[in-house]
């Protein structure tokens, strides 16, 4: 028998419910496998209840599955052939013979039930309610985040992301150390789960509101979504406020924690904004990269006062605050002089990437307000701060185009191809082809493309690599295959505009204007808005020449 019970104690199954697994009444106690004796209740939550089992003297978790949902077993299973391969003092162990199944009396289907370690200790939820929700210190955040990067570096290296992290599944020891706990939510990484992500397929979306990246609402989870939840977490540590109780930024998305942190030195805070990135490739790439900068941020704080690295730090952001303005009229070079100075001379050359990150978001944010001097500036300190930044290198090369600088841009764009992220570097093909229109060198133009093509999946890339073929045929006025290139490009994003705006040309230089006027409507009305700054200089010509077009054809049909 799986446990045994007095016939005046409660039936096994209201027994099970019961909050305590006692039976006071009777001094029966739940038995499971003739071995594992219950003790008490330890929580509950979805489908699971958390009991504390006495092995022979050993104190031990037991999961308890009540739902015979194939899903439910399926994550219930995976968690336990998970947990039995991870050896890490980081991650509750689970024995070989830790996962088993009983019988209950007048229930049909098994229960499922996975047995751990116990860990002694408080969640950081419930450590944290205890203390009235104060902010932790930076120390302890510090300390705290370099044990569980290290638990995430261990798991990531075994292909493996936790998809849950939040206080409540981490667990503070007496000694201080910290365990990631509920591993229901883990998930390996394989090539086929990376083919399911691609098409947001047969992929449980789980994750708890206020950590869940967007990545990861839509099904499409990658080992970085873990990143945003450990900095979502952290940001309630260090605040005590649950980050769906934080205004965010209504542009960006941006939560709006630092001024409950105050205590927060800037690289720290700058570190966390990086965790909680909104896109994934935006967010550090793996856990290395995580611990190499907390070891900085660690030394420069353990080496020198607090308040002058944060003055150095408010000087920097002064510097290229609001008094902007005045610095747009100086050579760039000067500019990065005065930079680096800065930097040398209060040791923030360490936090350079760092640094280089947060100029690239704010010349961004000039950019989409076409403030562009300013976006450039932001942009050349961002690479002059980290050389291998190929996303910025792609930013300046896209604001120095929009100017006119042409000769910049292709020198970005052509820093910006470097990038190992394929679909980055195939956006800087494209644009660099582009370019190449601009100088009438199609061929070479198309040979860019092509190699674009080849290089990336996502699919608004390949439409506009296969939108540039078109128009670089178009040009040589080679109109059936330009219309080839183009109706792929339209089947790959039927809501973009460029093509359609290409098409009708097609058909107009054709002299089939029946068949040009609906591609001229598409033209008009898909795509950004007109005073959007992603659309390309030529689209905006392509898009006055589709109103032309549309009010020449609707003045003849009023004639």
Known sequence: MSYCFNPNCPKPNDFLNANLLICRNCGTELLLQNRYRGIQLLGKGGFCKIIELDDNGKRKVGKILFNNYYKAIELFQREAEILKLLEHPGIPKVEPDGYFTFSVKNQKEPCHCLLMEKVDGLNLKDWQSDRQNQPITQAQAIDWLKQLVKILDYLHKNRYFHRDIKPENIILKPDGQLVLIDFNAVREVTDTYLAKVGVSRDITQIGSKGYIPLE????????????????????????????????DEPKTGKLNWRQYAPHISLPLAELIDWLIAPLPEQRPQNTQVILQHLVEIESLITNQNSIPI???????????????????????????????????????????????????????????????????LYFSLAVQLNPQFWEAHFNLGATCEKQGNLKCARAQYQIAIQEQDKDTAAAAINNLGRLEIFDREYNRAILLFLQGINQTKE????????????????????????????????????????????????????????????????????????????????????????????QTVSLQQER
């Open 459 to 550: 699919t608004a890339i390949k439409s506009d690599l296969y939108k540039n073929i078109g128009w670089a045929n178009f040009q040589q006025k080679r109109y059936i295959e330009a219309a080839k290139y183009l109706q792929t490009a339209i089947k790959l994003a039927p809501d973009k505009a460029s093509p359609y705006c290409l098409m009708a040309l097609v058909f107009q230089s054709q002299n089939n204007l029946k068949a040009a006027i609906p591609h001229w409507k598409k033209c008009q009305t898909n795509g950004s808005k007109k005073d959007s700054p992603l659309i390309n200089p030529e689209e905006k010509m392509w898009k006055i020449m589709a109103l032309k077009h549309l």
């Open 216 to 247: 990861q609402v839509s099904r499409r989870a990658v080992p970085q979504s873990d990143f945003y939840a450990l900095g979502c977490t952290f940001i309630h540590l260090l605040t005590g406020i649950h980050p769906i109780d934080i205004d």
């Open 310 to 376: 944060r003055e150095s730090l408010k000087s920097v952001n002064k510097f290229f605050g609001e008094q902007i303005l005045t610095l747009v009229q100086v050579h760039l070079l000067k500019v990065r002089i005065a930079v680096a100075a800065i930097l040398g001379l209060s040791g923030l050359w360490l936090f350079s990437p760092m640094l280089a990150d947060s100029f690239n978001r704010n010349g961004y944010k000039y950019y989409m307000n076409e403030e562009l001097e300013k976006a450039r």
